[in-house]
């Protein structure tokens, strides 16, 4: 028996470009060199700290968020006189 996959507005088949008009889809399936994604939610976030955007899968938006958070870090301990990599 195979099953057969519905698509509908919920979803996009796109695997990249996405923008604002994909937020709140899912996507059916991304493969990827780590491993394959299904009805992965296509998400919206930004940096508090200086307001870069991205528009992708949710997968992707945490290590912008954590690569973000990580950069800002290092610009405040630099800013600091911190040499050893740690924040206060």
């Known amino acids: 028996m195979t099953e057969e996959l519905i698509v509908d507005e919920d979803f996009t088949d796109k695997t990249s470009g996405w923008?604002?008009?994909?937020?709140?889809?899912?996507?059916?399936?991304?493969i990827t060199a780590n491993g394959t994604y299904y009805n992965?939610?296509?998400?919206?976030?930004?940096?508090?700290?200086?307001?870069?955007?991205?528009i992708g899968p949710s997968r992707e938006?945490?290590?912008?968020?954590?690569?973000h958070e990580c950069f800002h870090a290092w610009e405040v301990s630099q800013a600091l006189g911190r040499e050893d990599g740690l924040v206060e």
């Open 61 to 67: 938006a945490g290590g912008f968020l954590g690569g």
């Open 40 to 54: 992965e939610p296509i998400v919206q976030v930004f940096c508090q700290f200086c307001a870069a955007e991205f």
């Open 19 to 30: 923008t604002e008009a994909d937020v709140g889809k899912r996507i059916i399936e991304r």
